[in-house]
């Protein structure tokens, strides 16, 4: 019996570090499942950590390492900037690579390489769309977000949403990553009085955010996409993330989907914290590169492009891909997803969002 | 007569409501040895750094063979030919010796660029090491200058200031610290200099030996002003000078 | 040191730069790549903050200028060669303007200046997308191409950056024995003496900082065909401290000492990786651990071994004259 | 009182002092001469405890005080005054006297002492709450020798006073020294200024190459032909 | 009129939290010479001693803080100084302020590794209740990190002007060599500095991260801001500390609220330049007196 290199390239350490631990952590259960599980064609799986700081020219050059070290696949990064540089690599190689990265652009560079375990920012605000004209029937509305290549992906695609749905953007609010007085940005809303934000942050920006807005009692509803009802950020923010309403691709709370619950129960054993949609992603790839690989029958990073593009796995045959999943000829993934509430403290999923 | 060398009108200056010089004039005329002395505080370093340009007096004039200085900063000024000591000691502590040296006259040696592409001590060696030895510092001519004994960095100090060759040199203190013979050296070279140059020196000191024996004619400042000016003879026998600052 | 062990360490250490990256993987030959470039851009602070004594902590933003131009240019086509030079020429204009400041304000005030300098200039990348790409960056720019000698590849790209380096090096090699060099150390140690002894002292701070800035512009310019991607977050205050970092580690005012302290920088958290997740902690607490020991850095630890092993007593220098008192 | 047995010592490497011995007797004055550079300032540190000796004895009264640190040097009655400048550039000039006195537990007493030593020295009463940066070469001298009379020492020793002070106040400052040796104090002193040093002293000591030449009474060495023509400006070498 | 009001008193309680940072920066500068490039790390720590102890050790979290504080002292204070400070100081500034940025380092990946690298819910020791001035909010807590600012300025000018602890203590950082042949015990005074230094960043560590929340990098802009705020209001003066860290707090909100987001955080360093330019001391600096 043999061993497969699996190489994990993230943001261990630097700004990027919760994402990236996160990331691993679901990778590391995953493997030990897939082991227990026989490997991968009946070969034991290794996985081979590197953390990028959060720096690209480093990721870049981690990623030649990772593929210099023999990795049939890479798992990461996450931050869109690394991603950018280092998935060029991984395409001169012909080494497929799962990525926790949301910016549209990603998919956008004809790489057949590169592949999602989450829907881009550019497939996930639109799912919420339906919300903000349905459901809420606003006219009005503002955006918050923070001014990194993340945030600056999801505010782009939200503004551009509204405009086809015919809904005024009257607050646009831009914030530093790791900013920590948002004391400003939530006067600004405040006095614009739109009739719902868009919140586009990371986990503590969010937090944060959230009890800024209570100190000074926004009352419009606060939306966002995945990070704003997070577990973690309950946590940090309290009773000020009591309301917020958040899309969400995949989320540890539907636990009544079964591998949903079944990972997050596991996780919850090993690492004593609660999982984030990033450690799902992670999951999620770490499986999908098993499944994929299997199908074609051997590790070739070409054979392996092919079959991906247009891929759709069923959560009945596949379980642990967790939801029925589809990715494009671009890489993109798709899958349904769910809308979720902070109530008492709790994220409670108040509907489903079908593929789109 | 030609325009003195130096010529200082109605120089001002305070510090926060301390007047440090409250309006001195003086001429220096060309191969004079001024004596600048006075009682501590009185304001003659002061007077230095005003006219030199490291200070921006509040009021007056300086003209350097009749032309108007005050303005100028303290390098071109030196480009004129005019060099200094401190009173304090000013070597360049992690530079050598030699370098010191070196560098107090590369700056009077061809073009900016011309300095860059050519030999890397602008030809200076020589000069720099006639010197070094007349200051017998020979054997510590590659050692840093900042470990140095007090006196071995006040020799190095006027080294730096004869080195460009200038026309008017001011020099503060130089005679602190400086053993009598070397003293003697340094109180020869200075003569010679000036008899064969007709370099004009204006001398700060406390040593009254040294400056009497030294000088051709001398201020005194007290107070930030001048209370006598003459001969060396005439200002060891002036009553006012011997209270405020001889002693009896 | 004997005179003749100089040149021979020398030719030594170019025969080594030049065997090392020979049957090594990729990644290494990138690292060492890296390595070669970040010396260039600490060969630059060297000379600003090592020789001129001016602190900079902006070095980083000059990386940026130069990396940026050089990739705008060569993604509308120009070639590296006519790119960089452009690029090198906008961080001298820009080295003297950051300089104005340092005529005014010294030691920490000074740090504050370059320090804003570098936020507004990651600001301007970021925010200005139209000419930047914004937070997204700039991505694929080429590698240059001399018809027989193309650099597409991993190792003729360092070969490449070896050559760029050891030219630059030359001509600091110039500047500092050259009388600036004199002049630049006298500015440190003593402006006011200096201004008194004809040094233009405006003049030298001023290219102090230009100098030191096209170093880091010809860093940036290396750095852009090497990683093919550039965005703003790779040229921020921590990048400038990173730097930074290396001029000290290596030795400031030392002209070997960047090589060291960017190898140090560099290669250290490298060969650390195998710890996994502590390496930063050990990496750091090394480099403390070094400060605390050889304070000059890393440059003064063959004198240091030396004076531990062959303790050696001199007698002063003015006892062979003799004295003159019996 | 004090007494050098054969101290070697120096800085790094390099060995200054090569040999130095000599003994100073309670309450007298000793000037100690010699060209620039022969390693007076740094007998002085090696005295108290801020040079690397390496081999040789210090002993005050008898005892050894070797490589003791400059706070023990003070604990034991020995206080110094350095060459050039050292003072604390931005504290008042009151406080850097009250620095003075630091040590003695018996602050009243300092105080008291600061208004006495002001009365000596009048600049130090007008100036008292500037900051020491500010004041001429000159006054930061006098604010120097007059922080060291803030104690009652055994023994001083002071390292050219006169450099920079006006003549008026270098006989001041020498008639303290020679007030306080009548009290019993001893006095180490280097002078350049070697004709009136010596003149006040009850001792002097030649120093030459790190190693003593002559030790004597003052009036002798002053007689000494060797002495005028080599040290005291007799005699104007050929010039380089 | 109210969201005018919103924002400056939001800037001043911002600031407050920076100028409590700052004091840091710059009392180990009056009494070091030297920039602590980890003092925004020093202030995260604290927080984590405190977490640890309720968390692994289940203590109350009064009892918690005094751990806190005791430990930070300990391990900012005295192994600081007795490792790092101590052996490094007498080679110069520039070499302590690169150790010190590789202490930040240490410490920061320290917490990451050992404890974790997500931000962490931190309890106020103040009520959070919202006051509401004449349409604009402030919290209890805010007003309290104001006042105590303040206070800590208050007290450590007249400690270090007024005692001669204190003015041995600067005469160490001025002049060591002339401090130690006074008989200044040189090594005790830098012992105190950094004890009251740390002692300083845990009460900064603990008023500030209930606003934070605990989390490893926290020190990065902290302690960037505060530098820049200790120098603004002049390196060496204490309540320059306050000064600048006010106005930065203030700045940055009007600029982020009236003039522009996206360079929220560059309109006040080029104020703060064009201040330091035309008074190179800093706001409240002194100048440091005659150079020639
Ligand atoms: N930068 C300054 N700030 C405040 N006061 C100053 C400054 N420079 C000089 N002074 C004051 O101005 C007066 C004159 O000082 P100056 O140094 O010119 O005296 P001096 O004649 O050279 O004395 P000395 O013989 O002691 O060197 C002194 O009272 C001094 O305290
Ligand atoms: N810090 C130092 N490091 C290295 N060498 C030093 C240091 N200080 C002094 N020296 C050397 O030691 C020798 C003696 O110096 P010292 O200061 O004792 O001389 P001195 O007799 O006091 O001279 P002066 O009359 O000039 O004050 C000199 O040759 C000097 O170069
Ligand atoms: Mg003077
Ligand atoms: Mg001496």
């Known amino acids: ?356 | 007569m030609s325009a003195p060398v130096l010529s200082v009108r109605n120089i001002e200056k305070s510090f926060g409501g301390i007047q440090a010089v409250r309006g001195v004039s003086f001429d220096v005329h060309k191969g004079e040895i001024l004596g600048l002395i006075g009682p501590n505080g009185s304001g003659k370093s002061t007077l230095f750094n005003c006219i030199l340009g490291q200070l921006a007096p509040d009021a007056g004039e300086v003209h350097v063979t009749g032309r108007n200085v005050s303005k100028m900063r303290a390098s071109d000024l030196n480009k004129l030919g005019v060099g200094r000591t401190f009173q304090q000691l000013s070597v360049f502590p992690k530079m050598t010796v030699l370098d010191n040296i070196i560098l107090a006259g590369q700056e009077h040696h061809g073009t900016m660029l011309s300095r860059l592409f050519g030999p890397s001590d602008a030809g200076l060696t020589q000069q720099a090491e006639q010197l070094i030895s007349f200051f017998r510092l020979t054997h510590l001519r590659d050692t840093l200058a900042g470990s140095l004994s007090y006196g071995q960095q006040k020799l190095v100090d006027a080294a730096m200031a004869l080195m460009a060759g200038p026309s008017l040199v001011l020099l503060d203190e130089p005679a602190g610290g400086v053993n009598l013979t070397m003293l003697a050296n340094l109180k020869e070279r200075l003569v010679t200099y000036n008899a064969e140059h007709g370099t004009t020196f204006v001398v700060i000191e406390h040593n009254m030996e040294f400056v009497m024996s030294l000088c051709t004619r001398i201020i005194v400042l007290a107070e930030g002003h001048i209370i006598a000016e003459g001969k060396p003879e005439e200002i060891r026998a002036n009553q006012t000078v011997i209270d405020a600052y001889l002693g009896g | ?326 | ?240 | ?292």
């Not at chain 1, 100190?215 to 309301?243: D, F, H, N, R, S």
């Not at chain 1, 690492?271 to 299997?294: L, M, N, Q, S």
């Not at chain 3, 600490?42 to 130069?66: D, E, H, K, P, V």
């Not at chain 5, 703060?272 to 440091?288: A, H």
């Open chain 4, 1 to 240: 009182m004090l007494e050098l047995k054969d101290v070697h010592g120096g800085y790094g490497k390099i060995t200054i002092l090569n040999g130095v011995s000599f003994s100073v007797p309670k309450a007298s004055i000793t000037t100690v001469i010699g060209p620039n550079g022969a390693g007076k300032s740094t007998v002085f540190k090696a005295i108290f405890g801020l040079l690397n000796i390496q081999s040789g004895q210090i002993l005050l009264d008898g005892k050894d005080v070797t490589r003791q640190k400059p706070r023990q040097m003070i604990a034991h009655g020995v206080t110094y005054v350095p060459q050039g400048r050292n003072v604390v550039p931005q504290l008042s000039v009151y406080h850097n006297l009250e620095l003075g006195g630091i040590t003695s537990p018996d602050q009243a007493r300092v105080r008291e002492r600061i208004e006495k030593v002001m009365d000596q020295f009048p600049m130090l009463r007008e100036f008292r709450n500037r900051k020491a940066i500010e004041l001429s070469g000159g006054q930061q001298k006098q604010l120097e020798v007059a922080r060291a009379l803030l104690l009652d020492p055994k023994l001083i020793l002071i390292d050219e006073p006169s450099i920079g002070l006006s003549p008026n106040l270098v006989q001041e400052v020498f008639q303290t020294l020679m007030r306080l040796r009548d009290n019993g104090v001893t006095i180490l002193m280097v002078e350049q200024n070697a004709k009136a040093a010596l003149a006040m002293s009850d001792y002097g000591l030649v120093l030459e190459l790190g190693q003593t030449r002559m030790h004597d009474r003052a009036e002798t060495l002053l007689g000494d032909p060797r002495v005028g023509q080599l040290f005291l400006g007799g005699h104007v070498e050929g010039i380089a």
């Open chain 5, 1 to 292: 009129m109210s969201q005018l009001l919103q924002v400056l008193l939001s800037g001043l309680a911002t600031g407050s939290i920076y100028a409590l940072v700052a004091i840091g920066f710059t009392l180990v500068w009056q009494a070091a010479q030297t920039v602590n490039f980890a003092q925004g790390e020093f202030v995260m720590l604290p927080a984590f001693f405190v977490l640890v102890a309720m968390g692994y050790f289940g203590l109350p979290f009064l009892p918690a803080l005094l751990v806190g504080l005791v430990l930070s002292v300990l391990v900012l204070g005295v192994l600081f100084k007795k490792l790092i400070a101590e052996p490094i100081l007498p080679h110069g500034g520039i070499t302590l302020i690169i150790a010190t940025m590789a202490l930040g380092i240490f410490l920061k990946e320290s917490v990451k590794e050992f404890y974790s690298a997500e931000a962490q819910p931190f309890p106020s020791m103040f009520p959070n209740d919202p006051i509401d001035i004449f349409g604009a909010v402030v919290s209890l807590q805010d007003l309290f990190n104001l006042a105590i600012s303040l206070g800590v300025v208050v007290l450590l000018t007249l400690f270090l002007n007024r005692t001669r602890t204190g003015r041995c203590m600067q005469a160490t950082a001025q002049n060591p060599a002339v401090a130690e042949i006074l008989g200044v015990d040189v090594k005790r005074m830098i012992l105190y500095t950094f004890l009251i230094n740390a002692a300083l960043a845990a009460l900064a560590s603990f008023l500030i991260t209930p606003v934070y929340l605990a989390k490893f990098s926290n020190g990065e802009t902290l302690g960037l801001i505060a530098f820049i705020a200790a120098i603004v209001g002049g390196f060496n003066q204490i309540r320059g500390a306050l000064v600048g860290g006010l106005l930065i707090g203030v700045l940055d909100n009007l600029t982020a609220t009236y003039v522009t987001a996206q360079y929220r955080a560059a309109l006040p360093l080029v104020l703060l330049i064009v201040i330091i330019m035309l008074r190179p001391q800093g706001l409240m600096g002194t100048s440091e007196g005659r150079s020639v």
């Open chain 1, 1 to 356: 019996q043999e061993t497969m290199k699996l190489g994990m390239v993230a943001e261990l350490s630097g700004p990027g570090a919760p994402a990236g631990t996160n990331w691993r952590d679901g990778i590391k259960i995953a493997v030990e499942e897939i082991n227990a599980d026989g490997g991968i064609l009946q070969n034991k799986v290794e996985l081979i950590e590197y953390d990028t700081q959060t720096d690209p020219q480093v990721s870049r050059a981690l990623v030649q390492k990772a593929i210099d070290e023999g990795a049939f696949a890479i798992l990461g990064t996450i931050y869109s900037g690394s991603t950018m540089v280092n998935m060029l690599v991984a395409q001169q190689n012909s080494t497929p690579q799962f990525v926790g990265s949301e910016a549209p652009s990603i998919v956008e560079k004809g790489n057949p390489f590169v592949y999602r375990t989450s829907s881009g920012a550019q497939k996930g605000v639109p799912a919420l769309t339906a919300y903000f004209t349905d459901t809420l029937k606003a006219k009005k509305v503002g955006v918050a977000w923070v001014n990194n290549e993340f945030g600056k992906g999801g505010r782009d695609v939200f503004v551009e949403e509204m405009k086809k749905a015919g809904i005024e953007v009257i607050a646009d609010v831009a914030s530093e990553q790791a900013q920590t007085d948002y004391a400003a940005d939530v006067s600004k809303l405040k006095e614009a009085n739109p009739e719902a934000v868009f919140v586009y942050m990371n986990q503590e920006e969010s937090a944060r955010f959230l009890i800024e807005a209570k100190k000074q009692a926004l009352p419009m509803p606060l939306i966002g996409e995945v990070t704003l009802t997070e577990a973690k950020v309950i946590e940090l923010a309290g009773a000020a993330a009591e309301g917020a309403i958040a899309h969400v691709g995949v989320t540890a709370t539907a636990t009544d989907v079964p591998g949903i619950g079944d990972f997050a129960k596991k996780f919850e054993e090993t690492f004593k914290r609660k999982p984030t949609h990033d450690a799902i992603k992670g999951y999620v790839g770490a499986w999908t590169t098993k499944y994929v690989t299997e199908l074609v029958g051997k590790a070739d990073g070409e054979a392996f492009a092919e079959k991906m593009h247009g891929l759709c796995l069923k959560a009945a045959d596949y379980p642990k891909i967790l939801l029925d999943t589809c990715w494009d000829e671009n890489g993109e993934m798709s899958r349904p997803s769910f809308m979720v509430q902070v109530k008492d403290g709790a994220p409670v999923v108040i509907g489903t969002v079908p593929a789109n």
């Open chain 3, 1 to 326: 040191m004997k005179r003749w062990l100089r040149p021979l360490l020398l030719v030594l250490l170019l025969a080594l730069a030049i065997i090392a990256p020979l049957g090594q993987g990729n990644y290494i030959v990138y690292t060492l790549t890296s390595w070669l470039i970040f010396s260039i851009a600490a060969m630059g602070l060297n000379l600003t903050l090592g020789y001129a004594g001016q602190i900079s902590l902006a070095q980083a933003s000059f990386m940026a200028i130069g990396a940026y131009t050089t990739a705008l240019l060569t993604l509308a086509g120009w070639h590296w060669v006519l790119a960089m030079p452009l690029g090198l020429i906008l961080c001298f204009a820009v080295g003297l303007l950051l300089g104005y400041p340092a005529l005014r304000v010294k030691g920490h005030f000074l740090a504050f200046v370059t320090l804003a300098f570098n936020t507004l200039v990651f600001l301007i990348l970021r925010n200005e997308e139209w000419l930047t790409g914004g937070s997204y960056g700039l991505v694929g720019m080429p590698r240059p191409d001399f018809g027989l000698f193309s650099t597409m590849k991993q190792l003729p790209f360092y070969y490449f950056t070896l050559g760029i380096t050891v030219i630059a090096s030359l001509v600091m090699w110039g500047i500092v024995r050259s009388p600036w060099g004199r002049a630049f150390k006298a500015l440190r140690e003593n402006p006011v003496r200096a201004e008194s002894l004809g040094v233009d002292t405006r003049r030298i701070t001023l290219l102090a900082f230009a100098i030191g800035s096209v170093y880091g512009g010809l860093a940036g310019a290396l750095i852009t065909p090497l990683v093919q991607f550039i965005e703003p977050g790779s040229f921020g205050v921590g990048h400038s401290l990173r730097i930074l970092l290396m001029v000290v580690v290596g030795g400031a005012g030392y002209f070997f000492g960047p090589f060291l302290g960017a190898g140090v920088v560099i290669m250290l958290p490298e060969m650390l990786r195998f710890t996994a997740g502590y390496y930063l902690i050990i990496y750091s607490a090394l480099v403390i651990v070094m400060l605390v020991f050889v304070p000059s850095g890393l440059i003064g630890i063959g004198g240091r071994l030396r004076e531990k092993f062959r303790p050696r007593r001199e007698v002063r220098a003015d006892m062979r004259e003799g004295a003159r008192l019996q």
